[in-house]
């Protein structure tokens, strides 16, 4: 069994989210992607974040149409910050003989340094770093893999980094965020389920 994670805020989820979650999915022939939204960011914190309730409802409905993704509630169960590789011990425990697969952006892995325990997280989960427009990948902290667009990689038994240079998804939440303040239009990153559901409960208005 093959999990990959995707930790985030989601406030809210875009199509980058979901580009990021399918390329790693297919590359690696993963079983399930988990779509884990953060009760708060672990390392910052960010004044007027939506309700993780709303957050979660957002990931629900944008990926109820692909087979093999699911949202979690390890985190925003607990009503606290989780750090991730508290997150990946316990779904160890959830999931005995699983093998795991972090996605993060090339941002994200850019702080590498500052995640918490982030030599133990090594031991519990491979990483798959996804392009980012505008953030080159790392190679001084671990060494790297590329990964182009060859389907069912198969994932090491040991664990491993990836950088996956084929995601290509120039959006984040902030830059729609803004956009939804200024009635601008977001058809082409949050779908359609996701757009009705910001509307009827007046987010980001
Ligand atoms: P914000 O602008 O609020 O930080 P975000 O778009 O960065 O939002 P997050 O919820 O912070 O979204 O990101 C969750 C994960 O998804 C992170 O690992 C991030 O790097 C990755 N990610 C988000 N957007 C993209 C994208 N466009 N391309 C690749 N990875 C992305
Ligand atoms: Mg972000």
Redesign the pocket.
């Known amino acids: 069994m093959k999990i990959a994670i995707?930790?985030?805020?989601?406030?809210p989820?875009?199509n980058?989210?979901i580009?990021?979650a399918r390329t790693v999915a297919r590359a690696f022939a993963v079983d399930e992607v988990h779509f884990v939204p953060?009760f708060t960011?672990p390392h910052k914190s960010?004044t007027g974040l939506t309700s993780p309730f709303h957050r979660f409802a957002m990931v629900a409905l944008a990926i109820m149409e692909f087979d093999g993704f699911r949202v979690s509630t390890i985190e925003v169960d607990r009503l606290e910050s989780r750090y991730t590789v508290d997150t990946l011990a316990l779904m160890h425990e959830r999931h005995p003989g699983a093998a795991f697969l972090l996605?993060?952006?090339?941002?994200?892995?850019a702080e590498i340094e500052e995640w918490k325990s982030h030599d133990r997280l090594f031991d519990l989960a491979s990483v798959a770093v996804?392009?980012?427009?505008g953030f080159s990948m790392r190679d001084d902290v671990r060494s790297v893999e590329v990964v182009r667009d060859r389907p069912e990689q198969p994932l090491s038994t040991t664990p491993r980094v990836y950088y996956l240079p084929g995601?290509?998804?120039?959006?984040?939440?902030?830059?729609?965020?803004q956009r939804l303040r200024n009635g601008t239009d977001v058809e082409e990153w949050i779908p359609p389920a996701v757009q009705t559901y910001i509307t009827s409960n007046r987010l980001y208005s």
């Open positions: 995707l930790g985030g805020t989601f406030d989820i875009h980058g989210h580009r990021a953060a960011p960010r996605i993060t952006g090339a941002d994200l892995y996804v392009h980012r427009p995601v290509d998804a120039d959006v984040s939440s902030t830059a729609l965020r």
